[in-house]
């Protein structure tokens, strides 16, 4: 199993720019989130689902789009790029909250120039 | 809103030394996870404890929730260069009544020196 899996490992971006980051896993997992993580800030959750077709907020949402249209992908869409944005992003995927270990992918780092 | 505060914010000791992280929270949860992430890598699952549970082992780890004072501790014993990372805890308790969000601290900096 290769587990959650992301694409680009890294990427800039100017200002403006829209881009998807990936998000794949293959362990069945109902369960998938995005997280950004910044310096003094641990992780923060912008999107999550709880199935395919089923999408919901986090604490983060502003600036970006997910959808699920299968149970193995989860893309975030960068809509309209700003400075803000730069992070490093992380996938996670689970059988399922709230008893059950969420499985980290490597993280994207993004820069926006 | 940080739901989890991990402290201290950084830890330094020497191999073979116990470390010992906090973590508290500021609402009921289900339960509460630790995390361990390497420098430039994506988080690890250390350990869950569900909480009608008070202490939970996993090899060196060993972690306590008091639901009382809302807080759990993280010990590692015998602690090796290796186990040089952050370490964070998470929650699943959500503002909104959600259980399906799980809400992470800032983490604790370990560092063991040789």
């Known amino acids: 199993n290769a587990g959650v899996t992301q694409t680009p490992k890294f990427q800039v971006l100017k200002t403006g720019q829209s881009m998807t980051l990936q998000c794949a896993q293959d362990m069945n997992h109902e369960y998938m989130s995005w997280y950004r993580q910044d310096p003094g800030m641990g992780l923060r959750l912008i999107h999550y689902s709880v199935g395919a077709g089923i999408t919901d907020q986090g604490e983060v949402p502003n600036g970006y789009n997910v959808s699920r249209s299968t149970t193995e992908d989860f893309p975030l869409r960068l809509l309209s790029a700003a400075p803000s944005q730069t992070s490093v992003y992380f996938c996670?995927?689970?059988?399922?909250?709230?008893?059950?270990?969420?499985?980290f992918g490597p993280g994207t780092r993004l820069t926006v120039l | 809103s940080q739901q989890g505060e991990e402290d201290p914010q950084a830890l330094s000791i020497q191999e073979g030394e116990n470390a010992t992280m906090n973590c508290s929270y500021k609402t009921s949860i289900n339960n509460l996870q630790w995390y361990r992430q390497n420098s430039g890598r994506g988080l690890v699952h250390l350990i869950l404890?569900?909480?009608?549970?008070r202490e939970k082992h996993s090899g060196r780890l060993r972690v306590t929730l008091d639901t009382s004072k809302k807080s759990s501790s993280l010990l590692i014993t015998a602690s090796r260069a290796a186990d040089t990372a952050s370490y964070f805890c998470a929650t699943d308790a959500d503002s909104g009544g959600s259980n399906y969000k799980l809400t992470f601290g800032k983490g604790t900096l370990l560092t063991v020196n040789p």
């Open positions: 404890i569900r909480s009608n549970e």
């Open positions: 996670a995927s689970s059988r399922g909250l709230p008893y059950n270990e969420q499985f």
